[in-house]
């Protein structure tokens, strides 16, 4: 079955740890991007990829980074610095700009 | 810069009534993508549907139906016999039609089906 996994569905961390989050997909897709969702708001992005060792900010890139070493994967870091970081991410890839987005199942990130 | 607003936060029908969802967008660009997607409890995001700012038909899939209308900047949302199964976030989404596919989206609408 072709799609996009994220591990670990719910990631609980203490205050000043970087954590990272994983997004893969399977679907060949060139594009790759991160989401942050936040209760009763929109998702607002954080990087995209449009290919492989290529990646550019978001909206609210502060805080995150991220890398793309591999077409299929593209795994998001929460540094320390992020000051809000207990959120809901999501991990999406597209064919081209002609092409619907498609999203993984999220990751639920608690920070205490 | 794209803008998309969903003024209604929360919309609550009785089971079998039609409900519309709303979606204004602003952009600069004459050429553009417009999306609906549906959140689920479990939250992943559904695609509903994609739209090109060149058609402007109406589409139904089902018991879903879309209104574009490029003069007011809408791309309105219907269900028309509503199940319990409806009940979800929906969210519009507006993206370039070159460049990085980044979607802009609004801050979705939660509907909740009363059975």
């Known amino acids: 079955d072709g799609g996009i996994t994220q591990s670990p569905k719910y990631l609980f961390r203490k205050e000043g740890q970087n954590v990272t989050l994983s997004c893969e997909q399977n679907?060949?897709?060139?594009?790759m991007y991160w989401y942050r969702q936040d209760p009763g708001q929109g998702l607002r992005l954080i990087y995209y990829s449009q290919i492989v060792n290529d990646f550019q900010k978001g909206d609210i890139a502060e805080g995150y980074s991220v890398s793309r070493e591999k077409k299929e994967s593209f795994p998001l870091t929460v540094t320390s610095a992020q000051k809000n970081p207990t959120a809901f991410y999501l991990c999406a890839s597209t064919q081209g700009s002609s092409y619907e987005q498609y999203f993984g199942p999220g990751t639920r990130l608690t920070v205490t | 810069a794209q803008k998309v607003t969903q003024a209604q936060t929360e919309i609550s029908v009785v089971e079998k009534e039609d409900v519309t969802l709303d979606c204004v967008y602003e952009?600069?660009?004459?050429?553009?993508?417009l999306f609906w997607y549906k959140q689920p409890p479990s939250g992943e995001l559904v695609f509903l549907i994609r739209r090109n700012s060149f058609d402007e038909q109406n589409e139904i899939s089902g018991r879903y139906s879309w209104n574009f209308q490029k003069s007011t900047s809408s791309f309105n949302f219907t269900i028309t016999a509503s199940q319990v199964v409806d009940s979800a976030v929906y969210f519009c989404a507006l993206s370039a039609w070159f460049g990085n596919e980044k979607l802009t989206f609004g801050t979705g609408t939660r509907l909740t089906i009363i059975p």
């Open positions: 952009t600069r660009d004459t050429t553009y993508y």
């Open positions: 679907l060949n897709h060139d594009a």
